[in-house]
């Protein structure tokens, strides 16, 4: 009898209980995104012309899909900058989206290419008119105006363009 009460002793000595699974963040079955704001992302800072702005990096299909979405605010300076594997035509809305936006679409050099406002909260799709988009970079609404950057400025990080910076020499 005295056996029978260390048994269950026993037979977990030795033997580690498997880690928890990690936990899968809730993303929308439909469009991919984080039904929460995302964690502040990787930044890296850039400069279009003679400005400078801080930029969250967006790279991976969820960070891209979720945004800037749930976020209250945008600093001014600050932005999030989305990466995309190759050129191609892109299109933004505003899903979940409170902060006004001002988005630039650019090619693969970096050079802007569009400028285009967005309006919080606004689900229509706003789409680049080239196909040539890689990279786009929302910021505080009418940063770009404010600063006199337009259609041709290149942007570029303190590591190079932005195909050296996130790809490397192709």
Request: negative net charge.
């Amino acid at each position: 009898m005295a056996l029978m009460g260390l048994a269950p002793w026993w037979a977990g000595c030795g033997r580690q209980a498997a880690p928890p699974a990690p936990a899968t963040p809730p993303v929308d079955p439909e469009y991919g995104h984080l039904l929460h704001a995302q964690p502040p992302l990787p930044t890296v800072r850039l400069w279009l012309g003679a400005e400078e702005i801080v930029a969250e990096v967006a790279r991976r299909p969820v960070e891209i899909a979720t945004g800037m979405m749930f976020r209250e605010e945008l600093p001014e300076g600050r932005g999030m900058l989305f990466v995309f594997p190759g050129p191609g035509r892109r299109s933004f809305w505003m899903r979940n989206c409170r902060v006004p936006l001002s988005a630039a679409y650019m090619d693969p050099r970096g050079v802007i290419l569009e400028i285009v406002d967005l309006n919080p909260m606004d689900e229509t799709p706003v789409p680049s008119e080239s196909d040539q988009i890689q990279f786009v970079l929302e910021v505080p609404r009418n940063w770009f105006a404010r600063h006199g950057i337009g259609p041709g400025t290149l942007v570029r990080t303190e590591r190079g363009s932005l195909q050296e910076t996130f790809f490397g020499r192709r």
